[in-house]
């Protein structure tokens, strides 16, 4: 019986370019336009140890953890952008006064400081990492639930710089799951 060696390679020899990505926040939009690095987090798989009389033998675990969302940006000169993770983060902790949770909590033009449903969405949010092909069109996403900031750079300013370089920050993302999926949503 003869096998066909080449009926389980890859058909599509074109590589993923690091360049071909769009990426949505839903509670923070006016990053993902000035967005200029992105990242699919790694993942780790646990490891159990089974004694042995010779030695113990790693068996796979039983708990996946997930690596930081790492996103960098350029910042505009109106740090809107910027301001729209930091007053995430302000409401998350509430540094100078409860009122910074409650208006984090009310989505945008939501009056009600009551409305649950807008609670729970405000303080997390979902994100989509839309990957491009070789030819600049939707490959695949990779979709990010129940996302929230935990960490943003600082913005140095150094007025003897010789040469004009914008700022970029960069925000860490703790997220709850992050799914790799297909054009119809179905996992790869």
């Known amino acids: 019986?003869?096998?066909?060696?080449?009926?389980?390679?890859?058909?599509?020899?074109?590589?993923?370019?690091?360049?071909?990505?769009?990426?949505?926040?839903?509670?923070?939009?006016?990053?993902?336009?000035?967005?200029?690095s992105a990242n699919i987090p790694d993942?780790?798989?646990?490891?159990?140890?089974?004694?042995?009389y010779l030695r113990t033998l790693p068996q796979p675990g039983d708990k996946m953890e997930f690596g930081d969302l790492n996103l960098r940006f350029i910042v505009?000169?109106?740090?809107?952008?910027?301001?729209?993770?930091?007053?995430?983060?302000?409401?998350?902790?509430?540094?100078e006064s409860l009122s910074e949770i409650y208006k984090l909590q009310r989505s945008p033009g939501d009056t009600s400081v009551n409305n649950e449903i807008n609670e729970m969405l405000s303080v997390y949010s979902d994100g989509t990492l839309q990957v491009l092909n070789s030819n600049q069109n939707f490959n695949?996403?990779?979709?990010?639930?129940?996302?929230?900031?935990?960490?943003?750079?600082?913005?140095?300013?150094?007025?003897?710089d010789e040469d004009v370089e914008y700022f970029t920050a960069e925000v860490s993302f703790k997220y709850t799951m992050y799914n790799i999926v297909d054009k119809r949503g179905a996992p790869l």
């Not at 993942?43 to 042995?52: M, R, S, W, Y």
């Not at 505009?76 to 540094?95: A, H, S, T, V």
Request: proline content about 6%.
């Open 1 to 36: 019986m003869t096998r066909n060696i080449y009926s389980k390679q890859i058909e599509n020899r074109n590589f993923l370019s690091p360049v071909g990505f769009i990426f949505t926040l839903t509670r923070s939009p006016k990053i993902a336009f000035f967005l200029n």
């Open 43 to 52: 993942i780790t798989l646990g490891i159990a140890e089974q004694p042995n």
């Open 76 to 95: 505009d000169e109106n740090l809107e952008n910027y301001m729209e993770i930091q007053n995430w983060m302000r409401g998350l902790g509430f540094p």
């Open 140 to 160: 695949f996403n990779v979709v990010f639930r129940d996302m929230f900031p935990y960490s943003l750079s600082s913005l140095e300013f150094d007025a003897t």
